[in-house]
């Protein structure tokens, strides 16, 4: 199978910290891939090396065919990654049109621009013209996600989606990201909420510890209690 993102066999370090050892995982064009664990797992410390925001000490990160092991975040971002972090950072004393405007990359083109970006988060239509500062989580959360796709991407890499969100917030995400699915988005998202990566993932990968313990479809993983149990908390 061709794959748009590989990692192989990637060890990272916070200064003399091991936190990732031999973590390998891939994406395949136009699949859904969820990275789940519990909390200090390793999930955002993969996503980071992935980025080149924690460069990994050894292993590779291959993207589109190309070794960008340790690359800068803006290099994988002209390259085609957008990467929605758990943190969100949007600009508050900046409006959500600003904000949106700020996630175009000259080089890159495609269905995205931001009438077909308003169109398909018609809330952020609504309160375009309002301060990024001023919005609720969800609403923060869909910007994170809009400014991330006016980059034109070919993966789209989310962090926690779902962390902090309200019930009805969560389910008009996991829309959205079924939208986009349809839409044949590339997309990689870590998440801890086993029912919304269940609704909306092709492949689970588990991550524990900073080692890979489990990969495989969601058809198979549905039948892994032992797996839901013992690293999920289910």
Not at 117 to 133: A, E, M, T, W
Not at 184 to 211: C, P
Request: hydrophobic share 40%; glycine share 10%; charged share 25%.
């Amino acid at each position: 199978m061709n794959y748009i993102l590989e990692v192989d066999g990637v060890n990272t370090f916070y200064g003399r910290s091991h936190i990732l050892f031999d973590v390998s995982l891939s994406v395949a064009p136009g699949e859904t891939v969820c990275l789940m664990g519990r909390n200090g797992a390793g999930k955002t410390t993969t996503f980071r090396s992935i980025m080149g925001l924690t460069p990994p000490k050894s292993g590779k990160v291959i993207f589109k065919d190309k070794d960008c092991t340790g690359a800068p975040s803006f290099r994988m971002a002209r390259m085609g990654m957008g990467f929605v972090p758990e943190d969100r950072r949007i600009f508050g004393p900046l409006t959500v049109q600003e904000n949106l405007e700020l996630g175009k990359i000259s080089a890159r083109t495609g269905r995205w621009s931001m009438d077909t970006v308003l169109d398909r988060f018609p809330i952020l239509q609504h309160c375009k013209d309002r301060l990024g500062g001023s919005l609720s989580g969800g609403e923060q959360q869909m910007l994170t996600i809009a400014r991330a796709l006016m980059g034109n991407p070919e993966l789209l890499v989310l962090d926690e989606p779902t962390e902090g969100l309200a019930p009805v917030i969560v389910s008009v995400l996991k829309d959205l990201i079924m939208g986009l699915k349809v839409a044949d988005t590339t997309i990689l998202l870590s998440e801890q909420n086993i029912r919304f990566a269940m609704g909306v993932s092709d492949r689970v990968v588990v991550i524990d510890k900073g080692h890979v313990v489990y990969t495989g479809t969601i058809e198979e993983f549905r039948d892994q209690e032992t797996v839901h149990k013992k690293y999920l908390a289910v």
